[in-house]
């Protein structure tokens, strides 16, 4: 799968394998928190778009025994 995956898009294999995009905002102290979603601007629906991508080819991934595995 990674080098499926790298073919087709290096940026998403990167989220797969470091975990997802999160929008985050500065605060007054200068610490950073993660936007609510009617915070979001085009470009953390892009970040979003991106990380959804990624989860959906992991579960593609699954064959159909572990994908209704129930935990």
Known sequence: ?????????????????????????????????????EEFNAEDFKMMEKNAMAEKLLYFGLDSDEYTRNF
Not at 4 to 23: C, F, H, S, T, V
């Open 1 to 37: 799968m990674k080098n499926y995956k790298q073919a087709d898009g290096y940026e998403l294999w990167m989220l797969i394998k470091n975990g997802p995009l999160i929008p985050k905002k500065e605060t007054e102290n200068g610490s950073l928190v993660p936007k609510k979603p």
